[in-house]
């Protein structure tokens, strides 16, 4: 049975006009399932290797009534917006155990969400990804972590940023930064991991000449890590499965031995923009998104804390129209990276009636579209529109499960005036479709340079000096 409902945007995106925001659709399938009278509870559990637990409980149609492909629809978009939010590796649905039984298919080793299989189960977890079924009585209770947020300012401190395009490293002393800078490089099709060991440490060695001595190092990079443990990153996407193992899981403990043992802490990118807003602005309930290679994003607690959540928006869809753009790398339609990145803007240039030629870079096409937006240029100006409205439904799509009061914009794409336009565009959709969130979320852009280098900055202050014990008089 197809939807019982249409979407129509408000603000529908300039370049973009077929966009179907989750946020929206979502909301019509609720209202939807509340009119009808007839509503089943559904609760999705996802269950993680350290005993903790997310719980997401909602309505859905009757599912013996002919809803069965609606509401597999809301479910399936659902659980994977969950299960790249939060993560799992065992996941339970309470409620249907039809749906269980369709997920499961759909996510296995040779079902249509195969990619998320593998890398939510063996590639992260080191087990395989499973879909129970269980009745609503016996649905688990939620058990959330909180994470303690690194704030440490003193002493001598290398802080590094591995991004797709450039890497950024810094040098700080008791909080002032003495130095820094940005160097491109092509990661994601390295086959060698020996090149990004010696790239990384090229750049901390940069750094550590500006230093007398060098007393923690603190890292920020796309991917999942545990314990400075590479779980899955994709700047390593062009090493084999047998070099990841070898090679790339423990490279940041080979570099921290190679460092003299001094205290290291790497986490994901978007953590760190988290981070970076909590701490400039002063305040707590920080969604941090950034925008460049890929799409990071991170999340500061109301009590001012992390939490244990992957939070890795690329993955997850924002637009439920059957023919959205594909992401190359998951096979997936719809999801954030195709809409807030480098390859979100090359994507909507022709749109905008911009052209380049084949062998141009991404990069390239995206510093090509700033100089054009920095010249005035309406086509340039349009993408960064485009790129706002979806930013805009997108953000009432995240707080369904966020509790936002300040959303951090950062990241290559927004450099420059096109970063106001897209903060922009995104309060106005809010102002227009979600009052209630207009008025509860505050936007901050940090200036050019925390925009570039605030996360190398940042991801100093996250490990711990020892103090040295004092000698008895």
Known sequence: MSAPFAIHPRRPPVLDKEFVPASLWNRAYRQAVRQSGRSEKLVI?????DGSVS?????????????????????????????????GCRIVIAGNPALAASLSRIYSANGERRFDYRIMGRKIYGRDLVIHSCGIETASAPREVEIPVGRNMEGCRIGFD?????????????GKVVFSEEIPWAPYFQKDPRWHKKEINDSLRRAAGNL?????????AAGVYVDNRVCFASLFRGVSDKDFDAHVRDMFIELREEWGQVPMVVVNDGKVAAMAGAMAIGDNAVLGIAMGTCLAAGYVTPSGHLTNWMNDLSFSPVDYRAESPVDEWSGDRGCGVQYFSQQAVARLAPAAGIRFPKIMSLPERLRRVQDLMAGGDERAADIYRTIGAYFGYAIAHYAELYTIRHVLVMGRVTSGPGGEVITREAQDVLKQEFPDLAAAIRFHIPDEKMKRHGQAVTAACLPTIAKAREEPS
């Open 45 to 49: 559990c996802l269950e993680r290797s």
């Open 55 to 87: 719980a997401y409980s909602t309505e859905i149609f009757p599912h013996s009534d002919g809803w069965g492909d609606v509401n597999l629809r809301y479910v399936e978009r659902l659980l994977k917006f969950l299960l790249w939010a939060q993560s």
């Open 162 to 174: 591995l991004g797709g395009s450039d890497r950024k490293c810094a040098a700080i002393v008791d």
């Open 212 to 220: 007398p001595r060098v007393d923690a190092i603190g890292g920020s």
